[in-house]
């Protein structure tokens, strides 16, 4: 979690020179996407046995796609760049505990966003994957392939809901996988 507070602070730092009044007047920025990570509130229930044991559930959780803009084919939305994913007994900024983070390149297949309607995605990846285990003293980490797939519901114009299942290799036998409920800021 610590390296994904990092990486999110860095690019908000970075591209604020790209907030105006006209940009936030209409789509949102990337520097306003990333704040919106920061903003972002969620819960995770891991589903694997060992993962629950050895990380308890359920944990705070952040999930930021510093993504392009996406391209349109055919009614479909494709999009990708890196995601910063993390599951924790704090929330950030605050950090310790038990923890899992993936971070790494990866892309999401989604329609498009109208309001009052759910907005289907599916996404996968190739992802650093870290975790901390304070209850079974262990730490391990290791590159593994992610696939996500669930629904976002636009709340208001720049607050959505996502409800999402995602299935992660495993490292020393321990997991990621688990179901997701956040709320987005932008």
């Known amino acids: 979690m610590k390296t994904r507070f990092v990486v999110l602070t860095a690019c908000l730092f970075v591209g604020s020179a790209g907030l105006s009044s006209a940009a936030?007047?209409?789509?949102?920025?990337?520097?306003?996407?990333?704040?919106?990570?920061?903003?972002?509130?969620?819960?995770?229930?891991?589903?694997?046995?060992?993962?629950?044991?050895?990380?308890?559930?359920?944990?705070?959780?952040?999930?930021s796609l510093l993504y392009g803009k996406p391209a349109s084919r055919g009614g479909w939305l494709y999009s990708g760049g890196i995601e910063l994913m993390g599951a924790s007994d704090h929330f950030l900024p605050f950090t310790g505990g038990n923890s899992a983070d993936l971070i790494g390149p990866s892309f999401r297949v989604t329609t498009a966003q109208v309001a009052g309607?759910?907005?289907?995605?599916?996404?996968?990846?190739?992802?650093?994957?870290?975790?901390?285990?304070?209850?079974?003293?262990?730490?391990?980490?290791?590159?593994?392939?992610g696939i996500s797939f669930g629904?976002?519901?636009?709340?208001?114009?720049?607050?959505?809901?996502?409800?999402?299942y995602h299935i992660n290799g495993t490292i020393g036998g321990l997991g990621s996988d688990g179901f997701a409920l956040t709320l987005n800021v932008f």
Do not use: C
């Open 24 to 63: 936030v007047a209409q789509a949102p920025t990337p520097a306003e996407r990333v704040l919106g990570s920061l903003l972002s509130v969620g819960g995770y229930a891991f589903t694997q046995g060992r993962a629950i044991r050895a990380l308890g559930t359920p944990k705070f959780f952040g999930d």
């Open 117 to 145: 309607r759910l907005q289907p995605f599916a996404g996968a990846g190739l992802y650093y994957f870290s975790v901390h285990s304070d209850r079974e003293k262990f730490n391990s980490n290791g590159i593994v392939p």
């Open 151 to 164: 629904v976002r519901y636009p709340v208001a114009r720049f607050v959505t809901l996502e409800a999402a």
